[in-house]
């Protein structure tokens, strides 16, 4: 066997090697996106976990505040039917005209107690729907997220499966390749770049697209030796 051969050879192993590194390194991207999305997802119901919250404040605060619209409105009523029965007793003008102009006072705060009461169930009423609103779109996410998380832990599962067997492919692929040159691979690959070879194309680095020097092409074309960009440092192979 030649040495160009043996060369060739190498070449075909590195890139067999790149292949495996790339389908390695895109299904690991895909993992850690498809962790952002799962984390963007929970963080998405939490905020509405806190709007639901907030607004089951809001309602026990106008629910507080009916209550108590209610029992000043009772209260009112009270001393309406009180002055009404005491106006009845009164046996002069001048105590009727009192009992009448205490009447007129205490119908006054009722009724403004009665707008109040009216105001705070309607502020009630609007807390409610809005604390319902929140209920709903929270089930509906929580659904969909839900469906969404499954898939995303069904498809982790498929890439971690296919990153173990393209690592075990990789290492064995590794196996055939001479320590020093695998070592410039990987030197290569980890440094400014992760494509560790590139073809020379038209003259040009296929990586960087640097003009190569004709006897540097004419010596990957010969395939005695792995050559290196000396701009972008890939290893240089003849275009296929």
């Known amino acids: 066997m030649t040495e ?31 962790d952002e999305e ?18 089951e404040v809001r309602v026990d605060g106008a629910d507080r505040q009916l209550r108590q619209a209610e029992r000043t409105v009772q209260a009112g009523r009270a001393t309406v039917k009180r002055l009404q029965e005491r106006a009845q007793e009164v046996i002069n003008q001048r105590a009727h005209l009192a009992a009448r102009t205490e009447m007129d006072a205490a119908r006054q705060n009722l009724d403004a107690a009665e707008t109040a009461m009216l105001e705070a169930m309607q502020e009630q009423e609007k807390y409610r729907a809005a604390r319902q609103a929140i209920v709903d779109e929270l089930a509906q ?14 498809r982790k599962t498929e890439l971690e499966d296919e990153v173990a067997i393209q690592g075990d492919r990789r290492e064995n692929r ?32 296929g990586h960087c697209f640097t003009s190569i020097p004709k006897q540097r092409q004419a010596e990957i074309r010969g395939g005695r030796n792995l050559i290196v960009c000396e701009t972008c440092g890939v290893i240089l192979h003849a275009d296929r």
């Open 174 to 205: 590794a196996l055939r390749i001479d320590d020093s040159v695998r070592a410039l691979y990987d030197r290569v690959r980890t440094g400014r770049t992760t494509s560790a070879l590139a073809p020379v194309i038209d003259g040009v680095c």
């Open 4 to 34: 160009s051969v043996i060369v060739s050879e190498v070449v075909d192993d590195l890139l067999s090697l790149q292949e495996l590194d790339g389908a390695i390194a895109r299904s690991r991207v895909e993992l850690q996106e498809l």
């Open 38 to 55: 799962a984390r963007l997802l929970e963080e998405s119901l939490e905020a509405l976990r806190r709007r639901e919250s907030e607004a």
């Open 141 to 154: 996410e929580e659904a969909a997220a839900q469906e969404r998380l499954t898939e995303i832990e069904r």
